[in-house]
Every structure is written in structure tokens, then in C-alpha cells.
T-cell receptor
Framework: KQEVTQIPAALSVPEGENLVLNCSFT??????LQWFRQDPGKGLTSLLL?????REQTSGRLNASLDKSSGRSTLYIAASQPGDSATYLC????????????FGPGTRLSVLP | NAGVMQNPRHLVRRRGQEARLRCSPM?????VYWYRQLPEEGLKFMVY????????ESGMPKERFSAEFPKEGPSILRIQQVVRGDSAAYFC?????????????FGSGTQLSVL
């Protein structure tokens, strides 16, 4: 059974800092891994998807890396902004279709102006 | 193109009552997923449906919970005889038929509170 942990559980940083969010998973036999953002009272929005054969993906100020063999992924946020404040969820996917996502508990990020 | 619509946003029920949660997927999406998020926990998969079919209900509790996605109308998650432990945020997601479920679009959720 896939277990996903995320460290830290919460993080508060001043605006402009670069930061790293960590995700660990126990079963390395994954199809892909996604990072999602969840705003309070809202649903999830997909940020980045990394296929199992890839090492990283970039979108704007976001960069996600994947080390499948060690069961780790990191989300790097450059030059953080108050608008980045949200909960970030890591979700390895073991096969096709949405029932195969296993979501981590999330890292709650606050970026202070 | 409206996003995934869930209603109600907030639902309060007393123990023993029934809760009905609705989800209208994005236009053109034929796959619907329901997830539950308990306080301080990650989202847990409950059920995967296509029109008129339950594809995977391995995450659904065996009793009191049921789901449907009729040919016409929204998908419904139904919880009978609710208990306090059912209090959670329930999210619906949809995906288009041409993908393999990698691209999920989430609704804003229904917060169920059981008194």
C-alpha cells in the first residue's frame, strides 16, 4: 500500500524567498507524480505532472523533480509571492485513471508580504 | 466552459439523516471521481464512475454510501444515516474521455457537517 508523506507540514516564509517542499512515497512503482495546489475552500489545481521516465518538470517559477528509485519528489518555488500561499499536495499515481492517485497530507505554505 | 460544479457548498445534517451531494462534471467529461478529505488528512479516493456505470468503488465504505452517475443529470454521492465521522470535505473531479485520468479537474467541494 502506497504511503505518502510531506515535509514540512507547514511553512511560513517572507516574500521573495526560494523554498523547497518535500514528498516521500513508499512504493516506487509509479506511473507518474503530480503536484497540486489547494486554496482554502477550493478544489485542487494541478501544477506539474512528472512522468515516471522523467527527472523534472518546470512551469514558470515552479520546478518539480522526481527520484523514483528513492521514492522522493521535491517542489521548488523560486522568488515566492504572497499569492503562492496555499496547501501543496503531492500525489504519486500507480496506474491509469484517477482512482490510482494517492495524495499526501500536504504542506501548508504562507508567504508573508 | 464552466468548471466542475458541486452543490451544496456546505451541508449540515443531524445524525441519522441522509446527505445527498451533487457533482456536475465539466462539459464533455465522462469520467467522474469522488474523494473525501478528513481534517488533517490527504484526499482519499472513494469511487470512479462513467455514465450509468460504476467502474471502481474500492474506496467506498461498505455500508450507507452509494454513488450514481445517470445518463442525464449530475453525479450523486448519497450517504444514508449519517454519523459524526462522516463530517468531511467531499470533492468531485472529472476528466475527459480521451485522457487516461491524468488530467483531473476538481470542484470546490462540499463541506458536510454532522451534528
Amino acid at each position: 500500500k502506497q504511503e505518502v508523506t510531506q515535509i514540512p507540514a507547514a511553512l511560513s516564509v517572507p516574500e521573495g524567498e526560494n523554498l523547497v517542499l518535500n514528498c516521500s512515497f513508499t512504493d516506487s512503482a509509479i506511473y507518474n507524480l503530480q503536484w497540486f495546489r489547494q486554496d482554502p475552500g477550493k478544489g485542487l489545481t494541478s501544477l506539474l505532472l512528472i512522468q515516471s521516465s522523467q527527472r523534472e518538470q518546470t512551469s514558470g517559477r515552479l520546478n518539480a523533480s522526481l527520484d523514483k528509485s528513492s521514492g522522493r519528489s521535491t517542489l521548488y518555488i523560486a522568488a515566492s509571492q504572497p499569492g503562492d500561499s496555499a496547501t501543496y499536495l503531492c500525489a504519486p499515481q500507480k496506474g491509469n485513471y484517477g482512482q490510482n492517485f494517492v495524495f499526501g497530507p500536504g504542506t501548508r505554505l504562507s508567504v508573508l508580504p | 466552459n464552466a468548471g466542475v460544479m458541486q452543490n451544496p457548498r456546505h451541508l449540515v445534517r443531524r445524525r441519522g439523516q441522509e446527505a445527498r451531494l451533487r457533482c456536475s462534471p465539466m462539459k464533455g467529461h465522462s469520467h467522474v471521481y469522488w474523494y473525501r478529505q478528513l481534517p488533517e488528512e490527504g484526499l482519499k479516493f472513494m469511487v470512479y464512475l462513467q455514465k450509468e456505470n460504476i467502474i471502481d468503488e474500492s474506496g467506498m465504505p461498505k455500508e450507507r454510501f452509494s454513488a450514481e452517475f445517470p445518463k442525464e443529470g449530475p453525479s450523486i454521492l448519497r450517504i444514508q444515516q449519517v454519523v459524526r465521522g462522516d463530517s468531511a470535505a467531499y470533492f468531485c473531479a472529472s476528466s475527459p474521455p480521451e485522457t487516461l485520468g491524468e488530467k483531473l479537474f476538481f470542484g470546490s467541494g462540499t463541506q458536510l457537517s454532522v451534528l
